[in-house]
């Protein structure tokens, strides 16, 4: 089991950059790829980076390729996703979440993920 609870989310100018944050808990996490998805209101929730349990595989959506990165510490138990050059339709709540540790690839569908934290509001303003 894998508890993830995200931090770092705000409001923002257009233009600017926020660090989101995910603390997680359980004693797997080190086994499990993680990603980031965001769901802005009427939408989907979809991808916006992954990574592979090792962090030596990563995976981006194009609308966010170049201006945002994934990061994890097995360590410290915790994923990061630096996000600069931020735009109005980067507007979302962010979830973290996690697969299980059976998995050590990314993946890009929602589907294959099963932890996930509460969400964090992004807001970036023109």
């Known amino acids: 089991q894998v508890q993830l609870v995200e931090s770092g989310g705000g409001q923002v100018q257009a233009g600017g950059s926020l660090r989101l944050s995910c603390s997680a808990s359980g004693r797997t996490f080190s086994s499990n790829p993680m990603a980031w998805f965001r769901q802005a209101p009427g939408k989907d929730r979809d991808i916006v980076a992954a990574?592979?349990?090792?962090?030596?595989?990563?995976y981006y959506a194009d609308s966010v390729k170049g201006r945002f990165t994934i990061s994890r510490s097995n360590i410290m138990n915790t994923a990061s996703l630096q996000m600069n050059s931020l735009k109005p339709e980067d507007t979302a709540v962010y979830y973290c979440a996690a697969r299980r540790e059976t998995y050590s690839s990314t993946s890009s569908s929602r589907a294959d993920y099963v932890y996930w934290g509460q969400g964090t509001q992004v807001t970036v303003s023109s």
């Open positions: 990574i592979s349990r090792g962090g030596g595989s990563t």
